[in-house]
């Protein structure tokens, strides 16, 4: 079985602050890792994903997250956020192997504040 | 452009109806699922499908039901059955199960 914690249901930060939202993850084999974004009443787009080799990955607008094994985490951060960034972001799990169900976290709304 | 094509948008159903939800998918995916979303649960798994002509059950199918007579669409039905039917609802398609995920835009349905 896998599981995905976002610890933070919601995060409220200043604009042109820096972001960390947190993901931990459970799983008894290895895993791919993404990060997903949701704006109001659309569908969920991917923002990045881990899958192997260079445990930090980043998209093109900014956000990184760093794969970390040893504390079961993928946590999202960005050094300056803008309004734009105001959204929903989802962290999920599958497993490389066996059953390869996808897991979502319950999501962690990102609020900027101008 | 290829995607993911959800229809209606917004829907409505009066207690007692059965309402089928469109998804059609020209990405040439194998894999379809779909996906209820409420708020503060993230999104949980209905059904999803790996290949035409088959399908299973999600961790929440009870009052739903699919079928995937071609690859590209995967139509979900919310029955009588299903008690609590109000939610946004997401059709997503993948190369393979576990592969990263195209979602749809949503289809919001209200029992009203």
């Known amino acids: 079985a896998q599981s995905v914690t976002q610890l933070d249901s919601q995060v409220p930060v200043f604009e042109e602050a820096p972001v960390e939202l947190r993901c931990n993850y459970s799983s008894s084999v290895s895993v791919y890792l993404f990060w997903y974004v949701q704006y109001p009443n659309q569908g969920l787009q991917l923002l990045l994903k881990?899958?192997?080799?260079?445990?930090l990955v980043k998209s093109i607008n900014g956000f990184e997250a760093e794969f970390n094994k040893s504390q079961t985490s993928f946590h999202l951060r960005k050094p300056s956020v803008h309004i734009s960034d105001t959204a929903e972001y989802f962290c999920?799990?599958?497993?490389?192997?066996?059953?390869?169900?996808?897991?979502f976290g319950i999501g962690t709304k990102l609020q900027v504040i101008p | 452009d290829g995607g993911i094509t959800q229809s209606p948008k917004y829907l409505f159903r009066k207690e007692g109806q059965n309402v089928t939800l469109s998804c059609e998918q020209n990405?040439?995916?194998?894999?379809m699922y779909w996906y209820r979303q409420d708020p503060g649960q993230g999104l949980r798994l209905i059904y999803y499908?790996?290949?035409?002509?088959?399908?299973q059950k999600g961790d929440i199918a009870e009052g739903y039901s699919v079928s995937r007579e071609k690859k590209e669409s995967f139509p979900l039905t919310v029955t009588s059955a299903q008690k609590n039917p109000t939610a946004f609802y997401l059709c997503?398609?993948?190369?393979?199960?576990?592969?990263?995920?195209?979602f749809g835009q949503g289809t919001r349905l209200t029992v009203v």
């Open positions: 997503a398609s993948s190369v393979d199960r576990g592969y990263e995920a195209f």
């Open positions: 881990y899958l192997s080799g260079s445990t």
């Open positions: 990405l040439n995916h194998d894999a």
């Open positions: 499908s790996q290949i035409v002509n088959d399908f």
């Open positions: 999920a799990v599958s497993a490389i192997r066996g059953y390869q169900k996808v897991t």
